[in-house]
């Protein structure tokens, strides 16, 4: 499980184009959205650059939250 810390995730529109970026690279991916902490697990990710990477594309860059 990666978990990762996406500083302007802030509503419901947010949380479903997250999810769609990480699905648009890990499609069977477990996608779990906490908007009050703006933090999402994945599971089933192998790798979190191309989650990385497609979140900054989508328009929320995010890093590896430390402290999970």
């Given at each position: 499980m990666i978990e990762l810390k996406v500083p302007d995730m802030s509503c419901n529109h947010c949380r479903a184009a997250v999810t769609a970026a990480i699905r648009a690279v890990a499609p069977a991916a477990e996608v779990a959205v906490d908007l009050e902490a703006r933090r999402v697990?994945?599971?089933?990710?192998?790798?979190?650059?191309?989650?990385?990477?497609?979140?900054?594309?989508?328009?929320?860059?995010?890093?590896?939250?430390?402290?999970?």
């Open positions: 697990r994945v599971g089933g990710a192998a790798d979190a650059a191309p989650l990385l990477a497609a979140l900054t594309a989508a328009g929320y860059p995010a890093r590896v939250a430390t402290g999970a």
